[in-house]
C-alpha cells in the first residue's frame, strides 16, 4: 500500500521495534536520530520539516536551548524527592503557573491523561464536598468525539471505536453530548452534573472549532447551575493558538485549566491541574499524588517555559503565522484540492478530497518530501509546527503539500 521504501539501516532498525514493541502504533517509516528548532533528521542523515510538533508537546521547538539549558542546571543538582518532602523548585512552579492561569492553585502530574484523571477526581469530590450530590451519583458531561486520553476511565467516555473497543466493563458518570451544541448540553445537565469537560479546540477529531458563542454559552450554563467548566487545553493551550490558551479567543476563563504536553517543553513530561482554592482545596494529604508529579526537573523546565509564554513572543509568532498558514490552506480548499480546512493559530486539520488519497498515503507522500505530518480519522492531516519555524521553512512545507496534490 505505502509507496516509501525505507533504507536498509532504517528498515533494519523498523523491522527490530516491530518485533519487541507492541504494535499500538502505526509509526511513519522514518527513524529520527537528532532534532533542531522544527527540523529532524533521520539515521540516514536526510532532514524533514516537522509539521507536528509531538502533538504540540514541542511548542518551543526541539532542542530549545533555554530549557535545555535549564534541565542540564537541574540535573547537576536534585531530579526526584517524591512529594514526601518539599524542593526548592516547587513553590515556584506552582505560584508562576496559578498566575500564568489567573488561579490560586496548582496539582502537578505528569501527561496530559493523569492530569485529566485528577481533574475528573477533583470534580467528583468537589461536588461531594461542596455542592452537595449524593455520594456515588456525581456526573460529567463531555463531548462526542472527545480525545483526553487513553486510560480506562477516560476511554470510557470516547466515542472513538479504536480508543473505546475491547476495554470494559467501562467506568459510568457520563454523559456525552455533540460538540458545538449548547442546546443538548443545557439539557445533559442535571442536578448531579458536578463538570462540563471540554476541550477549546478537538485536537484528535481534526482540530475541529466550535461555532462562535458556544464557549461563552458554555460558561454561562455552568455558572448557572452551580457546575465546574473544565478545559482541557493540553494540545490546544500553551501559545498553539495565537494565545496562552485557547480559550482566550472567547474571552471565557474556566473553572480549571487541565495542562500538559507543551508545558514540559518537550524535554519531560509534566502536566497539571489549576483551579482557585475552593476547587483544588477539596483534596487532602493521602487522597491524591504522584511519586513524579512535581519533580525538581519537571519544576525547572516548566518554570522556563511559564517564563517564555510571559514574553508573548511564541503567542505572537502562532498568530501572525497561523494567519498565513490558515490564508494558504483556503487557496487549495479553494481550489478544490482539499474538502475542508479548520483551526486556529499554527494549528490546523486539512480534509483530503479522497480524489488524492487518504490521509495516511498523503503523509507518506509529505514524507518522502521532507515534511512530517500525521493523519487522523481517515482522511484528515494535521499541521502544527514548533511554534519557532520561519516563515520560509512554513511556506516550503506548504509548496510540498501543493506539490504532492498537484496543484
Not at 511548542?59 to 533555554?66: D, L
Not at 480549571?256 to 514540559?264: C, P
Not at 521532507?370 to 512554513?394: N, Q, W, Y
Request: glycine fraction near 12%; include cysteine.
Amino acid at each position: 500500500m505505502t509507496s516509501v521504501t525505507p533504507a536498509p539501516a532504517t528498515q533494519d532498525l523498523i523491522a527490530a521495534s516491530d518485533a519487541h514493541s507492541a504494535h499500538n502504533y502505526h509509526p511513519l517509516p522514518v527513524v529520527v536520530a537528532t532534532a533542531e528548532g522544527a527540523w529532524m533528521t533521520d539515521v540516514e542523515g536526510r532532514r524533514y520539516l516537522d509539521m507536528l510538533a509531538g502533538y504540540s508537546a514541542l511548542n518551543f521547538g526541539h532542542g530549545n536551548r533555554r530549557l535545555i539549558d535549564a534541565a542540564k542546571a537541574q540535573l547537576e543538582r536534585v531530579t526526584l524527592t517524591s512529594r514526601a518532602f518539599h524542593h526548592d523548585r516547587f513553590a515556584a512552579f506552582c505560584t508562576q503557573l496559578a498566575e500564568l492561569c489567573g488561579k490560586e492553585m496548582v496539582l502537578p502530574m505528569n501527561t496530559g491523561a493523569e492530569a485529566v484523571e485528577t481533574a475528573v477526581k477533583t470534580a467528583r469530590k468537589w461536588g461531594y464536598r461542596v455542592k452537595g450530590v449524593p455520594d456515588g451519583r456525581a456526573r460529567i458531561v463531555v463531548a462526542s468525539d472527545n480525545f483526553h486520553g487513553r486510560t480506562t476511565t477516560i476511554v470510557s467516555f470516547s466515542t472513538d471505536p479504536e480508543a473505546r473497543a475491547d476495554y470494559g466493563p467501562y467506568t459510568p458518570g457520563f454523559d456525552i453530548v455533540p460538540y458545538g451544541d449548547l442546546d443538548a448540553l443545557r439539557a445533559a445537565v442535571t442536578d448531579e452534573t458536578v463538570a462540563v469537560l471540554l476541550e477549546p479546540i478537538q485536537g484528535e477529531a481534526g482540530v475541529l472549532v466550535p461555532p462562535p458563542g458556544y464557549l461563552p454559552g458554555v460558561r454561562e450554563l455552568t455558572r448557572e447551575r452551580g457546575v465546574l467548566f473544565i478545559a482541557d487545553e493540553i494540545q490546544s493551550g500553551l501559545g498553539r493558538t495565537g494565545k496562552t490558551f485557547a480559550c482566550e479567543h472567547e474571552g471565557v476563563v474556566p473553572d480549571v485549566y487541565v495542562l500538559g504536553k507543551a508545558l514540559g517543553g518537550g524535554v519531560v513530561p509534566v502536566s497539571a491541574v489549576v483551579a482557585d482554592r475552593d476547587v483544588l482545596g477539596v483534596f487532602r494529604p493521602g487522597e491524591h499524588g504522584s511519586t513524579f508529579g512535581g519533580n525538581p526537573l519537571a519544576c525547572a523546565v516548566g518554570l522556563e517555559v511559564i517564563a517564555m509564554l510571559r514574553e508573548g513572543e511564541y503567542q505572537q509568532r502562532a498568530a501572525e503565522l497561523g494567519e498565513h498558514l490558515h490564508a494558504e490552506l483556503r487557496l487549495l480548499a479553494g481550489a478544490g484540492k482539499v474538502s475542508a480546512v479548520r483551526g486556529r493559530g499554527l494549528w490546523a486539520g486539512v480534509d483530503i478530497d479522497p480524489a488524492y488519497g487518504t490521509g495516511r498515503e498523503i503523509s507518506e507522500k509529505l514524507l518522502e518530501r521532507g515534511v512530517l505530518v500525521k493523519d487522523t480519522h481517515g482522511s484528515t492531516i494535521r499541521i502544527a509546527p514548533p511554534l519557532v519555524i520561519s516563515k520560509e521553512d512554513l511556506d516550503w512545507g506548504l509548496d510540498q503539500l501543493r506539490a504532492v496534490l498537484g496543484a
